[in-house]
């Protein structure tokens, strides 16, 4: 596989941007090898600046269930910037993004966009402490709410694959606020409420989370952050900026019938272009800035090219049979995917659902921090260079999770399967 041109602009981008990268997970770093730079992508498939053109089941991390320049979408945002690109002023494309999220999710009343999940996340928590009155917060260990100070400690995505869950340059005064919690371990959020229960202004968390790969919630779980979260007067945030509209019209909140008191989003609302979102019970979000006195601003929030792009891409999935076709396509592809690993006699775990799935490289159930960091990450690098060998681009990084879109159709899966085995033979050798 030639990369010349990769690695001659991956010498010339680390002159002038920290690590080559404009984010870590980007990096290769984890696989042991340097970042491919992407010049085109079409479809499920994306091409490097050395013309090999790869299987995507990364989707830039998740908002393209659409697929790359869905034609759609590629229009509604051609039309939108020969209008401007930035008003820096109400438009009615704002409105009409926010009346579609209301419109999904039946706890959120209101919504607020901003530019990405992190500024969504941080600008959340900060409310829920200004309702409550409350300095402390609940997150839980893997789980990954952006890269604000409250929530880099025992973070996933790039924490995690750098295997520093913890970021220097946190104020510890801030970090003692943060109280960290096992996923689907009741009692170590009972624990942690037992302690500090009135000083708690909100839990977050990833229902599903996706930043230590794929991991599900057991029975039972967020409903009992839903109950204890209530009786202590604590906010029950969900952070679903990967499962916000991935899993059905609107976010897993709705699959589990349950009402947190606000929600994160990001990724797909945008279309692919960036935004992030909060939102929730009125009465909280009229605390906001101008409504309320709870700062936060943003001179390219709501801007019409976002929203143009991100009400096309919604109205696509609200056809019906949308989610069904998708979560079908990926449970065939699933099945088939483990019997490559059978068939090889490699140990490894699928989780998955609707279209997003991880494998990981262990024996072992996987349903939380502890259990996904005991994968063999070794293994994991060899089955991505091997992979990425034969063409297809999956995350680099055991502790991220991959999607399928609506544009990998029958033949590209069945191509992908194909690609896989071979690998599988690469990695066997
Ligand atoms: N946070 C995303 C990983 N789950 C990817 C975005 C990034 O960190 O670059």
């Not at 970090?175 to 009741?186: C, E, F, I, M, S």
């Not at 599900?216 to 509209?245: A, C, H, K, Q, W």
């Not at 699959?255 to 279309?271: E, H, R």
């Amino acid at each position: 596989m030639k990369t010349g041109n990769s690695a001659k602009l991956f010498e010339e981008a680390q002159k002038y941007i920290p690590g080559g990268v404009n984010s870590p997970v980007r990096a290769f770093k984890a696989v042991g090898l340097e970042p491919l730079f992407i010049k085109k992508a079409y479809g499920c498939r994306i091409v490097d600046e050395d013309d090999n053109e790869y299987i995507d089941f990364v989707g830039s991390w998740g908002p393209l269930i659409l697929g790359h320049a869905h034609p759609r979408v590629v229009e509604a945002v051609e039309g939108a910037a020969r209008k401007g690109t930035s008003f820096g002023a109400p438009c009615a494309a704002e409105i009409e993004l926010a009346r579609m999220i209301t419109e999904a999710f039946p706890a959120i009343d209101m919504v607020r966009m901003v530019n990405s999940g992190t500024e969504a996340a941080l600008s959340a928590i900060r409310l829920a402490r200004a309702y409550t009155g409350r300095d402390k917060i609940v997150k839980f260990e893997g789980c990954y709410h952006g890269h604000s100070d409250s929530f880099l400690i025992k973070a996933g995505s790039g924490l995690i694959t750098a295997g520093v869950t913890s970021s220097p340059g946190v104020p510890e005064d801030l970090a003692r606020h943060t109280l960290v919690a096992q996923y689907n371990d009741k009692s170590s959020v009972e624990k942690i409420f037992a302690a500090y229960g009135k000083e708690i202004a909100a839990v977050i968390v990833e229902p599903i989370p996706g930043n230590m790969g794929l991991v599900l919630p057991e029975e039972g779980f967020l409903e009992m952050l839903r109950g204890i979260s209530e009786n202590y007067g604590s906010l029950l945030i969900f952070d679903e900026v990967i499962t916000g509209f991935r899993l059905n019209y609107g976010g897993y909140q709705n699959m589990a019938g349950l009402k947190p008191d606000l929600t994160v989003l990001g990724k797909i609302i945008g279309g692919g272009l960036p935004v992030g979102a909060y939102g929730g019970r009125r009465e909280i979000m009229n605390m906001v800035a101008p409504a309320g006195e709870v700062y936060q601003a943003g001179t390219l929030s709501g801007n019409p090219l976002a929203m143009a792009a991100g009400a096309a891409g919604l109205q696509m999935l609200k056809a019906g049979g949308f989610y069904e076709k998708m979560a079908e396509k990926t449970q065939l592809y699933i099945k088939e995917l483990k019997n490559l690993f059978v068939k090889r006699k490699m140990p490894v775990v699928i989780n998955h659902i609707g279209s997003m799935f991880t494998v990981f490289f262990s024996d072992k159930y996987i349903n939380n921090y502890q259990s996904a960091v005991s994968c063999d990450t070794v293994k994991f690098a060899d089955y991505f260079r091997c992979l990425l060998n034969k063409g297809i681009y999956i995350p680099p990084s055991q502790f991220e999770l991959s999607f399928i879109s609506a544009a990998h159709d029958g033949e590209d899966i069945e191509e992908a399967l194909k690609r896989t085995e071979q690998a599988l033979k690469l990695l066997d050798n």
